[in-house]
């Protein structure tokens, strides 16, 4: 019996690059047969510090060593305590966040789940505004406010209590969404009910690399506010410093009611996420949303050894920023080459997409660069998306090797 009769059909990443690997560290993966693969997928955000970072693997093993707690559900440990209390220290207090922190369970969509249930009790209302583009999460109500058509189908059942609008360029920036949401909830003839909440995401990932600009993002902010609606920024893949700043809304200068995190949180790839949100919504009765795996003492410890490493200063994500115009120059110049395919570059920080305009080009890209020895995944709608995610801590050196096999990889797949 091999890996492949006994694995289910719905694998995916390990069809697309059919080696097993042994290794990691830093911005490097080695396969079974010795070969070293850059990586520029880094767990789909869930690593951005690297693989196998050494003052958070040394804080790990010190842990384990020493017999520290490893499940807790959400009893008070001395990891979770220290967690709690840089948390507040290096992320919320610098920036004026008077956030709580749920832990609902260790994945994103656990968080997305705790959200959108907790803005329908604090509002008693039931319709969720979500956007076309949008990726959420694979459980049903993540699904709900996920666009992709392909993925909601997996649900089986209908999945409603949603109400779609078009994401910030959407039609070729054609169609006012936030104009559109604006007119419907003013207008009692509408049909449409006052909505709990709006969920967005600052950067759509999995939607094919698409940015919302600032300034509708703090539209939104404040149409939510004037007509009562909770906010909630899905900051899961693009948050953890992804986009510079650790919270990808900083730079639009808004506040979100609730805020989803995870991938990255940990620093190491250990499962953990947050639902944070303002403490006035706080209406939750004792055990009300939980979740066995919420205690993940592990992940408490390599997250609290990784905002000590990344997040004492602005050093990070003043780097990402740089490093994000430096790779914008070079996909361009990528893109200016290859006019009858590329069709346009998108990103911010370090996410960065190469939109083809035919999805086989795409997919033929990420093939030819992992030939080469090139991570990338596709996304989009159609998957006609190449979607770089660098860990943060690549060395520029790195960032240069990664871009030139790109662009070998886009020239031999026309």
């Not at 040394?58 to 499940?71: K, Q, S």
């Not at 992709?148 to 089986?156: D, E, Q, T």
Request: hydrophobic content about 40%; charged content about 25%.
């Amino acid at each position: 019996m091999t890996v492949t009769t006994i694995e289910s059909e719905v694998r995916s990443y390990s069809r697309n690059w059919p080696v097993v690997f042994e290794q990691a560290r830093g911005s490097r993966m080695t396969s079974r047969d010795g070969r070293v693969y850059l990586d520029f997928f880094a767990g789909a955000s869930a690593l951005n510090y690297g693989h196998n970072p050494p003052v958070l693997k040394r804080a790990l093993i010190d842990y384990l060593e020493r017999d520290g707690v490893t499940h807790s559900l959400d009893m008070l440990t001395g990891a979770k305590e220290k967690f709690l209390a840089e948390f507040a220290a290096r992320l919320l207090v610098p920036r004026g966040l008077e956030y709580r922190v749920q832990f609902p369970g260790p994945t994103g969509t656990n968080s997305v789940e705790a959200a959108l249930k907790l803005a329908r009790k604090v509002t008693g209302r039931e319709t969720v505004v979500a956007f076309t583009g949008a990726f959420h999460g694979m459980s049903l109500g993540s699904l709900a406010v996920t666009g992709n058509a392909a993925k909601r189908a997996g649900a089986g059942l209908p999945l409603g209590h949603t109400w779609r609008l078009p994401y910030d360029g959407f039609g070729d920036g054609q169609v006012s969404g936030l104009k559109l949401l604006d007119s419907m909830v003013e207008d009692s003839s509408s049909g449409m009910d006052l909505p709990a909440a709006v969920i967005v995401e600052t950067v759509q990932g999995e939607g094919g690399v698409n940015p919302a600009g600032h300034t509708w993002l703090a539209d939104l902010a404040e149409l939510c506010r004037r007509r009562g609606i909770l906010l909630i920024v899905d900051d899961i893949q693009m948050g953890c410093g992804r986009t510079g700043p650790f919270f990808s809304f900083e730079a639009a200068g808004i506040t979100p009611d609730i805020v989803c995190l995870s991938k990255s949180l940990s620093g190491y790839g250990l499962p953990l996420a947050l639902t944070l949100f303002r403490p006035e919504l706080d209406v939750w009765e004792p055990g009300e949303h939980n979740g066995t795996f919420r205690g993940n003492n592990p992940a408490f410890v390599t997250a609290t050894a990784a905002l000590r490493e990344y997040w004492s200063d602005d050093l990070l994500a003043k780097q990402t920023e740089q490093r994000g115009l430096i790779v914008q120059e070079r996909l361009t110049a990528l893109a200016r080459r290859h006019p009858v395919r590329v069709a346009r570059v998108r990103g911010r920080g370090l996410v960065w997409g190469l939109a083809f305009r035919e999805p086989e080009a795409a997919r033929r890209t990420a093939d030819a660069a992992f030939a080469r020895g090139l991570l990338v995944e596709t996304s989009g709608s159609r998957d006609e998306v190449v979607k770089l995610l660098p860990p943060l801590t690549s060395t520029d050196d790195e960032l240069a090797e990664g871009l030139d096999l790109l662009d070998e990889a886009v020239a031999v797949s026309g």
